[in-house]
């Protein structure tokens, strides 16, 4: 019998907290054929829940521990883990991690590197995301695009060829939700919810407002906003200066979101 010669993966990425890019990382974990591909999964920060999730599928998953983005003492820690590793296909999400991907393809000669770009830069871009912009032009080999307006904007402004970016729309484990047990029960009122990381690109004032206008008709609503992040103190005071306080709940960080919805 004729054995198969895996393809050596490494996704990288940066934190190991678990917000949209790392969840996306998560189902390509799951899904992807493992008697085929040899997985492993790097991250700078953490550890966090990324690296016990993929543990937990059977991969090597691993967190250089660096307490910030700038903590270059623990960021030298790559090297040995890399160095004893063959890398067939590198592939990077979020610009911050790029950079250090644009580095590890040309030390370890990796034959395919892919970036993902979640989301649109949040006004003006700033000096990493220029420089990122260059190395997606010269040194990835294939850019996945998570929209049409994520891959727009590449073109646009990263000046990126369009047939290097190939759109890949994110997906859903739609068994989490199908086997969920739904319990009837009356709602005495409407209750609108959202999840995401409190940060800017997320445009949660937005949804704010957005609640305010719905309680001018329908006073009776509640709003709940499940997530954690930086900005949670000025959206906190944001519900304030709105004078909907009392109508909107944030619930925090959670791990069952079929059970939240």
Same mark, same amino acid.
């Given at each position: 019998?004729?054995?198969?010669?895996?393809?050596?993966?490494?996704?990288?990425? #940066? +934190?190991? =907290?678990?917000?949209?890019?790392?969840?996306?990382?998560?189902?390509?974990?799951?899904?992807?054929?493992?008697?085929? @591909?040899?997985?492993?999964?790097?991250?700078?920060?953490?550890?966090?829940?990324?690296?016990?999730?993929?543990?937990?599928?059977?991969?090597?998953?691993?967190?250089?521990?660096?307490?910030?983005?700038?903590?270059?003492?623990?960021?030298?820690?790559?090297?040995?883990?890399?160095?004893?590793?063959?890398? +067939?296909?590198? !592939?990077? !999400?979020?610009?911050?991690?790029?950079?250090?991907?644009?580095?590890?393809?040309?030390?370890? =000669?990796?034959?395919?590197?892919? @970036?993902?770009? !979640?989301?649109?830069?949040?006004? =003006?871009?700033?000096?990493?995301?220029?420089?990122?912009?260059?190395?997606?032009?010269?040194?990835?080999?294939?850019?996945?695009?998570?929209?049409?307006?994520?891959?727009?904007?590449?073109?646009?402004?990263?000046?990126?060829?369009?047939?290097?970016? !190939?759109?890949?729309?994110?997906?859903?484990?739609?068994?989490?939700?199908?086997?969920?047990?739904?319990?009837?029960?009356?709602?005495?009122?409407?209750?609108?919810? #959202?999840?995401?990381?409190?940060?800017?690109?997320?445009?949660?004032?937005?949804?704010?407002?957005?609640?305010?206008?719905?309680?001018?008709?329908?006073?009776?609503?509640?709003?709940?906003?499940?997530?954690?992040?930086?900005?949670?103190?000025?959206?906190?005071?944001?519900?304030?200066?709105?004078?909907?306080? +009392?109508?909107?709940?944030?619930?925090?960080?959670?791990?069952?979101?079929?059970?939240?919805?």
């Amino acid at each position: 019998m004729v054995s198969i010669k895996k393809i050596n993966l490494l996704y990288l990425t #940066t +934190d190991s =907290k678990i917000g949209g890019a790392e969840n996306i990382i998560l189902s390509l974990i799951r899904g992807l054929d493992q008697t085929k @591909y040899s997985i492993s999964l790097c991250s700078l920060l953490g550890p966090g829940p990324l690296i016990e999730e993929a543990k937990k599928s059977g991969i090597e998953a691993v967190s250089l521990r660096m307490r910030s983005r700038f903590d270059f003492f623990s960021l030298v820690k790559i090297f040995p883990y890399l160095r004893r590793k063959r890398i +067939d296909l590198l !592939h990077t !999400h979020l610009y911050h991690i790029n950079l250090l991907g644009c580095f590890i393809k040309r030390w370890k =000669k990796i034959p395919l590197f892919i @970036y993902t770009a !979640h989301s649109l830069p949040p006004g =003006k871009i700033s000096p990493l995301q220029v420089v990122n912009n260059f190395i997606i032009r010269r040194d990835n080999d294939k850019i996945i695009a998570v929209s049409f307006a994520v891959k727009d904007n590449l073109v646009r402004f990263a000046k990126v060829g369009k047939k290097k970016i !190939h759109v890949i729309y994110d997906g859903i484990d739609l068994k989490k939700f199908i086997h969920f047990e739904k319990k009837p029960f009356k709602l005495s009122a409407p209750l609108i919810g #959202t999840i995401a990381n409190l940060r800017p690109v997320k445009g949660l004032e937005y949804f704010l407002i957005a609640a305010g206008l719905v309680l001018r008709k329908i006073p009776q609503a509640k709003f709940f906003i499940a997530g954690r992040g930086s900005l949670r103190k000025k959206l906190e005071e944001l519900t304030k200066g709105l004078k909907i306080s +009392d109508k909107v709940v944030f619930l925090g960080f959670i791990d069952d979101v079929p059970k939240f919805l």
